[in-house]
């Protein structure tokens, strides 16, 4: 085999024609980026000059990671401080059924939980923020993680009342970390507190109507008469929905209390 030199090697064929400029920056090279550049004169000289990235040290970018890791991290930490702390709504039973002896009562997130399925199956809400409902519900009584729940019974103001539970409010969203999930619970809580849209009006229709379904329960469960949890809620009710779903309730309940009479 004739050894040839690398000039000879890399010379195009003598019955091909040579390629100008335009056609060789069309030629594809997998995983390679040349920029061509022809000589001006009639030599057939080709430079290829490989394009590369700017080299970097990397302390800059391993910082910048470094703090990403350490803030999603503190983050996952508080979520799961907050969280701890709200497991309080699971374990605290509702004083109002308390004080009128019922064994087993329900707890502060059963009684939300419940008005947050009645904000999803509610039926037409035109004009009103389903999403923002069942939100609503579910932390209008989020403070009572700290403060527990304090009912009429216990004798206190309600501009009290709702300082302490703004104060308790307050500190578990720092435990949250702040940021706009908190911003978020204090609007929602704020809103439904003020009773400040349509929004609010429906789920503290839903809060009432939740209470008396639960004494409808508790008074066949327990061959009880609650009396006083239907009349507190008697004409205070603000929307159609809240008024005709208390009608639906009331009426169940003559007509229990009229069967255990027989």
Same mark, same amino acid.
């Given at each position: 085999?004739?050894? $040839?030199?690398?000039?000879?090697?890399?010379?195009?064929?003598?019955?091909?024609?040579?390629?100008?400029?335009?056609?060789?920056?069309?030629?594809?090279?997998?995983?390679?980026?040349?920029?061509?550049?022809?000589?001006?004169?009639?030599?057939?000289?080709?430079?290829?000059?490989?394009?590369?990235?700017?080299?970097?040290?990397?302390?800059?970018?391993?910082?910048?990671?470094?703090?990403?890791?350490?803030?999603?991290?503190?983050?996952?930490?508080?979520?799961?401080?907050?969280? $701890?702390?709200?497991?309080?709504?699971?374990?605290?039973?509702?004083?109002?059924?308390?004080?009128?002896?019922?064994?087993?009562?329900?707890?502060?997130?059963?009684?939300?939980?419940?008005?947050?399925?009645?904000?999803?199956?509610?039926?037409?809400?035109?004009?009103?923020?389903?999403?923002?409902?069942?939100?609503?519900?579910?932390?209008?009584?989020?403070?009572?993680?700290?403060?527990?729940?304090?009912?009429?019974?216990?004798?206190?103001?309600?501009?009290?009342?709702?300082?302490?539970?703004?104060?308790?409010?307050?500190?578990?969203?720092?435990?949250?970390?702040?940021?706009?999930?908190?911003?978020?619970?204090?609007?929602?809580?704020?809103?439904?507190?003020?009773?400040?849209?349509?929004?609010?009006?429906?789920?503290?229709?839903?809060?009432?109507?939740?209470?008396?379904?639960?004494?409808?329960?508790?008074?066949?469960?327990?061959?009880?008469?609650?009396?006083?949890?239907?009349?507190?809620?008697?004409?205070?009710?603000?929307?159609?929905?809240?008024?005709?779903?208390?009608?639906?309730?009331?009426?169940?309940?003559?007509?229990?209390?009229?069967?255990?009479?027989?």
């Amino acid at each position: 085999m004739a050894v $040839t030199s690398p000039a000879t090697r890399f010379a195009p064929p003598l019955n091909r024609p040579f390629h100008h400029r335009s056609t060789l920056a069309s030629l594809q090279f997998p995983s390679r980026n040349f920029l061509f550049l022809r000589n001006p004169t009639p030599s057939s000289t080709i430079v290829a000059v490989r394009c590369q990235k700017p080299v970097s040290d990397g302390i800059g970018s391993s910082v910048e990671s470094m703090n990403h890791v350490s803030s999603a991290a503190s983050s996952i930490s508080s979520s799961i401080d907050f969280l $701890t702390l709200c497991h309080r709504l699971k374990t605290t039973k509702r004083k109002g059924w308390i004080n009128q002896g019922i064994n087993g009562p329900e707890s502060i997130a059963d009684h939300m939980y419940r008005m947050a399925i009645m904000a999803l199956i509610a039926g037409d809400l035109t004009g009103l923020d389903r999403e923002r409902c069942i939100k609503m519900a579910i932390v209008h009584d989020i403070a009572e993680a700290i403060v527990g729940d304090i009912t009429p019974s216990d004798g206190v103001p309600k501009e009290e009342k709702s300082r302490r539970e703004k104060a308790a409010l307050k500190e578990m969203c720092e435990v949250l970390g702040g940021g706009l999930r908190a911003e978020e619970i204090t609007e929602l809580w704020l809103e439904y507190e003020n009773n400040a849209s349509l929004e609010a009006n429906l789920v503290k229709d839903f809060d009432k109507v939740e209470m008396i379904l639960q004494a409808l329960e508790y008074e066949a469960e327990h061959g009880k008469v609650l009396d006083e949890f239907f009349i507190s809620t008697a004409g205070k009710f603000q929307t159609e929905i809240g008024k005709s779903w208390a009608a639906e309730i009331n009426a169940r309940r003559k007509s229990q209390l009229t069967n255990r009479q027989r």
